[in-house]
C-alpha cells in the first residue's frame, strides 16, 4: 500500500509506528476477527476506532469485515493522513471520519457494534472514556482497548519488539510499565464499580504483549 509523506509536526510519531506497529495492526485485526466474528457483521453494523492516526487498525479491519466504520481522531494532520489512506484503500465509503477528542465525540447512543483502540486509552482521561464506550455501545457489543501488540506474534517481529525495548529503557528508563498498570488496576476497578451491576455482561484484561481491556455490554439491562 502506498505510504503517504505525514505532516512534520507528526512525523516522528508516523515513522516510528510504520516501523514498529504495521504487523500488529494485521494481527489484532486477525485475532479480533477470530475472537468476535466480526466477519458476520452486516453492512448495517457499525465498527468504531478512536485515537486510530493513519487509520491502519480500521483498513485491516475493513478487510475482514463488511461493517461500516466511525473513525475518531484529534489531530487534523493524523485525520487528513487517514482521509488518504482510505482513499488509497477504497473504503472511504465505508467510513465516517470525526476530528475530535474521544471524550466529546458525537456518537449515537447504542448504534455501535464493536469498539476498538490501540495506544491511545492512556492519553485519555479514561473514565470519560469508558462512559463513551458503554453508552455507545449497543447492547451484547463488545468494546476491546488498550496498548498491546496482538497475542501470537511472529518470531522477527518479537525480536524488532524486543530490540526498541532495549533501546528504549537505556534512553529513558522503563517509565511506562507503572503507569500502564496505574491504568489498568484503576480502569478495572472504575468500570467495576459503576457499571458491572447494571450495564456489564463482563469487563476483563486480556494479556496481549501489553493488555486490552475487554468490555462487553449486557443485553438485557436492569436500570
Not at 94 to 111: C, F, M, Q
Not at 120 to 129: C, N, P
Not at 209 to 223: D, S, W
Amino acid at each position: 500500500m502506498r505510504l503517504f509523506e505525514p505532516h512534520e509536526s507528526i512525523a516522528y510519531f508516523i515513522n516510528s509506528s510504520r516501523k514498529y506497529f504495521m504487523k500488529a495492526y494485521e494481527v489484532i485485526s486477525r485475532e479480533v476477527n477470530e475472537w468476535f466474528s466480526l466477519s458476520k457483521l452486516s453492512s448495517e453494523d457499525v465498527i468504531l476506532e478512536f485515537g486510530g492516526g493513519e487509520g491502519f487498525l480500521t483498513i485491516n479491519l475493513s478487510s475482514v469485515s463488511p461493517a461500516r466504520f466511525i473513525f475518531i481522531e484529534k489531530n487534523e494532520h493524523m485525520i487528513d493522513l487517514a482521509r488518504k489512506n482510505f482513499d488509497e484503500a477504497g473504503i472511504s465509503s465505508r467510513v465516517d471520519l470525526i476530528l475530535s477528542e474521544v471524550e466529546t465525540a458525537p456518537v449515537a447512543d447504542e448504534s455501535v457494534s464493536f469498539i476498538i483502540a490501540r495506544g491511545v486509552i492512556q492519553f485519555t482521561d479514561y473514565r470519560k472514556v469508558f462512559d463513551n464506550i458503554l453508552k455507545w455501545l449497543k447492547p451484547g457489543g463488545v468494546a476491546f482497548v488498550g496498548w498491546g501488540l496482538g497475542k501470537n506474534l511472529p518470531d522477527d517481529y518479537t525480536e524488532l519488539l524486543k530490540q526498541r525495548k532495549s533501546r528504549k529503557a537505556s534512553e529513558k528508563g522503563d517509565k511506562g510499565a507503572d503507569k500502564f498498570g496505574l491504568i489498568q488496576l484503576e480502569g478495572y476497578k472504575y468500570l467495576l464499580e459503576n457499571y458491572f451491576e447494571k450495564d456489564l455482561d463482563y469487563v476483563k484484561i486480556n494479556n496481549m504483549n501489553g493488555f486490552f481491556f475487554e468490555i462487553r455490554k449486557a443485553v438485557f439491562l436492569c436500570r
